[in-house]
T-cell receptor, first 111, second 114 residues
């Protein structure tokens, strides 16, 4: 079964908009939540990651928001650019164990 | 470092043929993962190794699939015999000690079985 549920499946925004991708999990033992970015013809690449002891983490234009009580986390892409068009995967793991990936969200940023 | 290197990039084969996919992990990484990506099922973990030893192969779909890691710098995923439903992109990833932090993926092998 899918341990991490991701939505939406796809979304389209205009340049400068803020696409938001949401993920939910059930296993409260998860303690590491990374996001991966994948461009066509490439493998996924680690983008940003968070641990449940913080509620928000920013790296450049990418922000993760984490709600431990709701067991949800989300990725925001601030001031999105056409070059951000890619598929984004959330994931979760227990320290030292394998990652469980969400189904992926295809983001299209129109110029 | 050149990253995780996979070969071939593309493979087209006929149903029933044997297919071998290859992976060279990043030097010093002691975890290696094989994933399959399809539109229907997303990213699926097939098997992973730690220090060349298979740890979890529960994702291997059936006996037609096998994976080996004879040394720290090389792994293979073999499908014998191949079937059209095996068509997918196969990724290899590696990671340093602790396993799950910062997987580095290769560029993948796109397999088409006709």
């Amino acid at each position: 079964q899918q341990q991490v549920k991701q939505s939406p499946q796809s979304l389209i925004v205009q340049k400068g908009g803020i696409p938001i991708i949401n993920c939910a999990y059930e296993n409260t033992a998860f303690d590491y939540f990374p996001w991966y970015q994948q461009f066509p013809g490439k493998g996924p690449a680690l983008l940003i990651a968070i641990r449940p002891d913080v509620s928000e983490k920013k790296e450049g234009r990418f922000t993760i928001s984490f709600n431990k009580s709701a067991k949800q986390f989300s990725l925001h892409i601030m001031d999105s650019q056409p070059g951000d068009s890619a598929t984004y995967f959330c994931a979760a793991s227990i320290t030292g164990y394998k990652l469980s990936f969400g189904a992926g969200t295809t983001v299209t940023v129109r110029a | 470092d050149a990253g995780v290197i996979q070969s071939p990039r593309h493979e087209v084969t006929e149903m029933g043929q044997e297919v071998t996919l290859r992976c060279k992990p990043i030097s010093g990484h002691d975890y290696l993962f094989w994933y399959r990506q399809t539109m229907m099922r997303g990213l699926e973990l097939l098997i992973y190794f730690n220090n060349n030893v298979p740890i979890d192969d529960s994702g291997m779909p059936e006996d037609r699939f096998s994976a080996k890691m004879p040394n720290a710098s090389f792994s293979t995923l073999k499908i014998q015999p191949s079937e059209p439903r095996d068509s997918a992109v196969y990724f290899c990833a590696s990671s340093a000690t602790q396993g799950v932090y910062g997987y580095t993926f290769g560029s993948g092998t796109r397999l088409t079985v006709v």
